[in-house]
Nanobody, 121 residues
Framework: QVRLVESGGGLVQAGGSLRLSCAASGSFFSINTMGWYRQAPEKQRELVAR????????DYADSVKGRFAISRDNAKNTVYLQMNALKPEDTAVYYCNSLVSISGPTTLRYWGQGTQVTVSS
């Protein structure tokens, strides 16, 4: 079992910054990717940013490019999302996501419980 614990959400004014953290713990062989998704009310969950832990390669949603930055600390099994120049449309519940190798070729996807980010105008 793998547990993802998120922190760092909150209320911020437009133009402000927040930093989200997600720490993975439990029994696994390795973490392949870690990332952040978000879901606003009455909208589908969407990818915000994702990082491959071995190479450090990243993917971002077009809507956050140039404003958000994802990074990882492999020693701590932790991923961070630095969010700058926040806009009201960034308001959503942000979920940590990880693709984990359990053993051999077996990989499983895990989700955190979500953290609320609210950007006021």
């Amino acid at each position: 079992q793998v547990r993802l614990v998120e922190s760092g959400g909150g209320l911020v004014q437009a133009g402000g910054s927040l930093r989200l953290s997600c720490a993975a713990s439990g029994s696994f062989f390795s973490i392949n990717t870690m990332g952040w998704y978000r879901q606003a009310p009455e909208k589908q969950r969407e990818l915000v940013a994702r990082i491959t832990t071995s190479s450090g390669s990243t993917d971002y949603a077009d809507s956050v490019k140039g404003r958000f930055a994802i990074s990882r600390d492999n020693a701590k099994n932790t991923v961070y999302l630095q969010m700058n120049a926040l806009k009201p449309e960034d308001t959503a519940v942000y979920y940590c996501n990880s693709l984990v190798s359990i053993s051999g070729p077996t990989t499983l996807r895990y989700w955190g419980q979500g953290t609320q980010v609210t950007v006021s105008s």
